[in-house]
């Protein structure tokens, strides 16, 4: 049973930037889709970036042009860097893997604060 773990959320003022990380408790060896997705308070949660097995992220146009999604090769997880941050990006991240099989995985979370 894979296990997926957030790491790198935290507050930042906008303008600023953050890493966040996707640790597997064992290791991914093939993916149809991974990224991450966010949920702000009130809010369903909703695609920050995906990517298939082709690499060609798919980004949602709000994060466009300042979040890059790139894949840990040691792991095949997502890591998700985010530059130029907005209060609007303020949200908990969640790691994403689906699998060949179709099995998804979902890491808990992590909170991203973005304010002044």
């Known amino acids: 049973q894979v296990q997926l773990v957030e790491t790198g959320g935290g507050l930042v003022q906008p303008g600023g930037s953050l890493r966040l990380s996707c640790a597997a408790s064992?290791?991914?060896?093939?993916?149809?889709?991974m990224g991450w997705y966010r949920q702000a308070p009130g809010k369903e949660r909703g695609l920050v970036a995906l990517m298939p097995r082709s690499g060609n992220v798919n980004y949602a146009d709000s994060v466009k042009g300042r979040f890059t999604l790139s894949r840990d090769n040691a792991k095949n997880t997502p890591t998700l860097q985010m530059n130029n941050l907005k209060p609007e990006d303020t949200a908990v991240y969640y790691c994403y893997v689906q699998f060949p099989a179709g099995g998804i995985l979902w890491g808990q979370g992590t909170q991203v604060t973005v304010a002044s």
């Open positions: 064992r290791s991914v060896f093939s993916f149809n889709y």
